[in-house]
């Protein structure tokens, strides 16, 4: 990972370069910015890749790469060329204040730090992808934020149908409807499904944290006063749908919701486990591997919680969430008639990984 990301940056002519790599770590300017993150189609900060040679693309998609299993990697190729799609889907009329709205060399690469030194870090991220890798006394520290969405969820191919998030949606209903009544009643969550994920891009997230406005999801004020009320229509269109009751009901909360694992069968907990797997192995290999033994372990399959929110039928809006001791994943597809997903694996307690220095203060001082 550190060979990649530096062959990377060595290949960026000056004027790249110091837009491409933000250091020192641990400057409070840096850490700021690589605490922001996004899934919309905005700013995502560093370099694009349409503005790179086909060398340092290669190099960009290389040190992906190296932040996930490979079919995380294959996923979230798939999320950039989705855009040639979404873009036909949209007839080539939606810009975002750009010349081409949805445009699949709109995605940014920024390295944090000295990728030649123990503590480092980089990101990828544009419209539903953002990948966040903290590297901490050369091993790898956090993997999270990790998101990825598709839009369209479902897609048309000769004799087949493209869905890249169709295994995490449908693992997650075929549990749901394995569940008895009794069981069903204490996993839903809400009748209604939010219109988006109810973490959103927050650098950290807390109890009571509802859905956040469309528009404060990019960075900076919208470009032009045509997209701020076309986004502003938007929110309200699916506010209309969901009431301040709704969001209260599917507010984040202290206490996990829905049904614990300890209360699943044999087969339920199979399914669990699957799921799980399409959250954490957005990481390397090695980190992926450790999770899934992690949750071979019954007492900490135990501890994880699943919750539903929104219609069982398939084509219909629905959200899921899984938590658990670090660990907050949600699930929605509820946007353009439920053909719009997005899905994110979070750490409550190391997004963006541990600072240790604030870690000392908080416990020698308290905070």
Known sequence: MARVAAEFLDSLPP???VRARLAPLGDPAVDAERRRWFYTPTDHGGVPLRELSPRQQSLAMQLLATGLTRPAYVTAS??????NVLDELEGWQVTWGRERGRDPGLYWIRVFGDPGAP???????????????LVRGGRIAATTPSFLGADPAASPLLAGTLRPLGGIEDVARDLMRSLPPSAQAQALLHDRAAPDIVSGNRSQIHPGDRVIPLADLFRGPLPTAELRARIDRMDAAGRAKFTERDHAVMAITAEPPGISARDLTA????FLRILLAGYTDRAPQPIADHHRRHYLDDRH????HFAWAGSTAKGEPHYYRLT??????EYDNTQRDANHAHSVWRNPNGDFGPDPLNAHRTAAHGG
């Open 15 to 17: 004027e790249l370069h």
């Open 78 to 83: 798939i999320v950039l060329g989705l855009e």
């Open 119 to 133: 503590d480092w870090g980089w990101r990828v991220g544009g419209h539903h992808l953002s990948i966040n890798v």
């Open 267 to 270: 087969e339920q907990r199979a």
């Open 301 to 304: 399959l135990d501890a994880v």
């Open 324 to 329: 658990g001791p670090d660990l907050f994943a």
